[in-house]
């Protein structure tokens, strides 16, 4: 049972456009989320969070919003630029499972320049 | 500050052999995490340990084990090694404490099983 799941797993936008990555959960007791971009041969790299509490979140080009109501976060880049290529990976975690992170399967993004 | 050192970072063993890999985590950070990262099964959380102590576990059977020092450095071993423990295993660490969830993660090790 994912509990966490990226339904989209790759996604091709031009250089200076939006990118947005889109991520779903279904356990309600994820209080925490956050964003991981991935290179291959390399560790996940964190990008950005957002507690339940608040619904958006925001960090230079990087944006993640957060809809509890639907169980859906949202990631958007703007402007997207090459170097933005890479696996993103949301993940979620919950009070009651200390620093256990539960992943989603991941988006493929690449940005055509 | 350092990031998240993991060693060795490439590493072939033969089935049925045992494997420890090695992580030092962030400097002041005294949780340390395991994920294993596979193409089938993605990143899966292993275990986590904060001031020497597990304080969670993934559902991964009890061939995977784990310790950490009181420098806060951590140790993963896998006894009876099988084709299927073939992934790129990842150390992440925290500082522990507060309301930030942030881990940091380091390189991997890639571990092959023939």
């Known amino acids: 049972d994912q509990q966490v799941k990226q339904n989209s797993p790759s996604l091709s936008v031009q250089e200076g456009r939006i990118s947005i990555l889109n991520c779903d959960y279904t356990n309600s007791m994820f209080d925490y989320f956050l964003w991981y971009k991935k290179y291959p041969a390399e560790g996940p790299t964190f990008l950005i969070s957002?507690?339940?509490?608040?619904d958006k979140n925001e960090d230079g080009r990087f944006t993640v919003f957060l809809n509890k109501s639907a169980k859906h976060l949202s990631l958007h880049i703007v402007p997207s630029q090459p170097g933005d290529s890479a696996v993103y990976f949301c993940a979620a975690s919950a009070l009651n499972a200390g620093n256990m992170l539960t992943f989603g399967g991941g988006t493929r993004l690449m940005v055509k320049p | 500050k350092a990031g998240v050192t993991q060693t060795p970072r490439y590493l072939i063993k033969t089935r049925g052999q045992q494997v420890t890999l090695s992580c030092s985590p962030i400097?002041?950070?005294?949780?340390v995490s395991w994920y294993q990262q596979t193409p089938g099964q993605g990143l899966q959380f292993l275990f986590e340990?904060?001031?020497?102590?597990?304080?969670n576990k993934g559902n991964f059977p009890g061939r995977f084990s784990g310790r950490q020092f009181s420098n806060s450095r951590s140790e993963m071993n896998v006894s009876t090694l099988e084709l299927g423990d073939s992934a790129l295993y990842l150390c992440a660490s925290r500082a522990g404490g507060g309301s930030s969830y942030e881990q940091y993660f380091g390189p991997g090790t890639r571990l092959t099983v023939t």
């Open positions: 957002i507690s339940s509490i608040k």
């Open positions: 400097s002041g950070h005294r949780s």
């Open positions: 340990y904060f001031s020497e102590t597990q304080r």
